[in-house]
Structure formats: structure tokens, C-alpha cells
């Protein structure tokens, strides 16, 4: 039996009003999420990764809109599966049911998303109190608990300790802390290892893949990052100007990729066993998304771009396993184009060094 589907969400449309117009930022996302795996979203900043997982908690800015689309959650309520459209809820009911309860986040910066003035132990608590009116006491026990789980030392003077007590890797590890306390049945992590150091790093993420397997919870993991992504993920999800444009599990994508952009990413990882000190970068700009976007919005970047992405957006072909690619070089019409002679040879040395 295959894992329990928690989350769907389907031909996403967001849009943020400006002074100089309309921003289509999130156009058509389709994406799913199982029970106990990690799915993690890629792309450039501005693709849309922090945007669509705002939608998902309710939490867009004032000037932001849904214009179509919807996000089905299922989660488990006394005993029976429960299935409800996001994009539905009123804000208290959000706020009421799932943010925080069944839905909860890791923000990037653990300095900016903890309260200066309250301590760490009182930030923990505060979500079991307000969703399960749990008592101080069972409330702290638990809180202990969790500041154990992830790893935090002497968790009974941490408790009482304020952010500025502890450095940037503690303070992360708080905010999952927090996350976690009402035991949710989908974590989202936007980028939460930027700004820490690579050794600090490494232990986040080996926490995050540690507490899955014991509660398995559901990750979203949104990152540029794509060392980050082979260490963590599952499934991969790759975002350019608003869109979904290849997705797949995480050796499809990093062994098989088939979208230029995909490459262009792939190609920009530093290679450090490498003498060569040029290091590939995409060139161009991502499309202004004021103005409608005609055809395939990667097209002006792209050397490989056919006369028919000046004027269709590809869809979304199927092309073997979960590996889906929006591109008009997927068709069976198209000329063959295969990817650059040196991410070939860097997909080669990965899979001969066990990347995976």
C-alpha cells in the first residue's frame, strides 16, 4: 500500500497587486506531497518557491490574491481522513485548524522569525496551548522533550534562556522545535539552512531526515541550494518564473534532467575536485512578470529555444517514472538536443560516486 497523499495542490494562480499593475507570480503550480517524504522546491529567487507554500498556510501578503486553482489537504480527525481545500478557509478558520496545528514552518532567519522579548521555553509552549489548551506543566514537559529531540544540550536552562542567549544553529533548531510541538502532519522549511555555516548545516539537515523517520511527518523543503537538495530530498519540484517546469524524483532530476534550465542549475554547481575556475552561470534575466509571459517564459535564456516557444507555453510531458518536463524539446516532433558535454560528464562522476 503507497503512502497517504497529504497534500494537492492544482493549477495554482497567484497574483499581487502593485503600483505599477498586476504581478502574475504563481502560474498553474500542480504539485503533490506524501506522508513521510520530502519534496523540495528549486529555482532562482523570485521563481515562486516561498510564494506558493505562503498560499498553502494562508499567510500571502495583503496585496496578494488566489485567482484560481486549489489546495487539498488531507489529515486524519478522530479516526477518519479528512480532506479540505485551503484556498477555502476563511483566515480564522486557517489560523483556528491548520497554521501552526497540522501545517507548520521553519522560516530562513531564525533571529527574525523568534521573539526577542519572550524566552524560548514560552515560544515553544505557546502553539500547545492555544491549539490543545494543554496545561504549563505537560506543556513544558514536552517542551524539554522536544529541545532533546533536536538536539539541543542541558534543554532545562535552554528553556528559560531568550534567542539572543544562543548562536544561529541553536536558534534554528528552536524554530523546528516549534514547529513540531503541536506534531504537524506537514512541516515547511523555506531555506533554513542560508545562513548558517556548512558544518552547521549538514546537522540541520541530518535533524530534519532523523525526525522524519520517527514521526513521519511531510517536508516541503524550498531551496536554491541543490547540494541541499540531493542530502534531503526525496522529489524534486523545479520552479522558473511562476511555474512548475520539471519535477521528478531526486535521481531523475540530478541524473536525468531533461529541461535547459534544469541543466543551466545542475551546470552552476561548484565542482571543488575540479582545477577549472570558470563557474557557468545562466545567462539573461528572468522574465518581468507584469506583462503576460508568451510562450515559454525560459525561451530568451535558452541557446536551444524552437520558433514555438516564442509563442505556445510547453506542457507538462510525461517522460518516464514521475519524471515530468514542460518543454517543447520533449516533444516527440522535436529536433534531439541533448544536454552540454560537461554536466554529462559531472552527472557521470556523480553516479560513479554513489551521489545518491
Same mark, same amino acid.
Request: with cysteine; net charge negative.
Given at each position: 500500500? /503507497? ?12 497574483? @499581487? ?19 513521510? &517524504? =520530502? ?17 498553502? %498556510? ?10 484560481? /486553482?486549489?489546495?487539498? @489537504? ?8 479528512? $480532506?479540505? #481545500?485551503? =484556498? ?5 478558520? !486557517?489560523?483556528?485548524?491548520?497554521? /501552526?496545528?497540522?501545517?507548520?514552518? *521553519?522560516?530562513? #532567519? ?37 529541545? &532533546? ?18 548562536? +544561529? ?5 528552536? *524554530? ?16 533554513? =539552512? ?20 520517527? $514521526? ?21 519540484? *523545479? !520552479? ?7 519535477? /521528478?524524483?531526486? &535521481? ?9 534550465? $534544469?541543466?543551466?542549475? %545542475? ?16 545567462? +539573461? ?7 503576460? *509571459? ?17 509563442? %505556445? ?13 514542460? $518543454? ?29
Amino acid at each position: 500500500m /503507497g503512502r497517504r497523499k497529504v497534500l494537492s495542490v492544482r493549477d495554482l494562480e497567484i497574483s @499581487f497587486a502593485t503600483s505599477s499593475g498586476s504581478v502574475s507570480a504563481i502560474r498553474g503550480v500542480r504539485l503533490d506531497l506524501y506522508e513521510g &517524504e =520530502t519534496l523540495a522546491i528549486v529555482g532562482e529567487s523570485g521563481s515562486g518557491k516561498s510564494v506558493t507554500t505562503k498560499a498553502i %498556510l494562508g499567510i500571502l501578503s495583503e496585496n496578494g490574491k488566489i485567482e484560481k /486553482g486549489s489546495i487539498q @489537504f488531507t489529515y486524519e480527525r478522530d479516526g477518519e481522513e479528512v $480532506t479540505r #481545500d485551503l =484556498t477555502k478557509l476563511s483566515d480564522q478558520e !486557517m489560523q483556528r485548524h491548520i497554521r /501552526g496545528k497540522r501545517i507548520a514552518m *521553519v522560516f530562513q #532567519d531564525p533571529m527574525t522569525s523568534l521573539d526577542p522579548t519572550m524566552t524560548i521555553g514560552r515560544q515553544i509552549i505557546e502553539g500547545m496551548q492555544e491549539h490543545y489548551h494543554t496545561s504549563f506543566h505537560e506543556a513544558k514537559e514536552k517542551a524539554i522533550e522536544l529541545l &532533546e529531540l533536536v538536539g539541543i544540550t542541558d534543554p532545562e536552562k535552554r528553556f528559560k534562556q531568550y534567542p539572543h542567549q544562543l548562536s +544561529g544553529g541553536m536558534r534554528q533548531r528552536v *524554530v523546528i522545535a516549534i514547529a513540531l510541538a503541536c506534531e504537524p502532519e506537514v512541516l515547511i522549511c523555506d531555506e533554513p =539552512t542560508t545562513a548558517l555555516d556548512v558544518t552547521i548545516q549538514a546537522k540541520i539537515l541530518r535533524l530534519l531526515k532523523e525526525i522524519q523517520q520517527k $514521526t513521519n511527518v511531510a517536508i516541503i523543503f524550498i531551496t536554491h541550494d541543490l547540494g541541499v537538495v540531493a542530502n534531503i530530498a526525496d522529489y524534486v519540484a *523545479v !520552479m522558473y518564473a511562476g511555474k512548475i517546469i520539471e519535477k /521528478g524524483s531526486v &535521481e531523475e532530476i540530478f541524473y536525468d534532467p531533461r529541461h535547459p534550465y $534544469t541543466w543551466g542549475l %545542475l551546470s552552476s554547481i561548484p565542482d571543488l575536485e575540479s582545477d577549472d575556475e570558470y563557474l557557468y552561470t545562466i545567462p +539573461g534575466t528572468p522574465p518581468n512578470l507584469l506583462y503576460q *509571459v508568451e510562450g515559454d517564459a525560459f525561451a530568451p535564456r535558452n541557446e536551444f529555444a524552437l520558433n514555438i516557444d516564442y509563442r %505556445l507555453d510547453p506542457p507538462m510531458y510525461n517522460v518516464g517514472g514521475k519524471h515530468r518536463v514542460s $518543454t517543447w524539446l520533449a516533444d516527440a516532433r522535436a529536433p534531439k538536443v541533448e544536454m552540454p558535454e560537461a554536466l554529462k560528464r559531472r552527472i557521470e562522476k556523480m553516479k560513479k560516486g554513489g551521489c545518491f
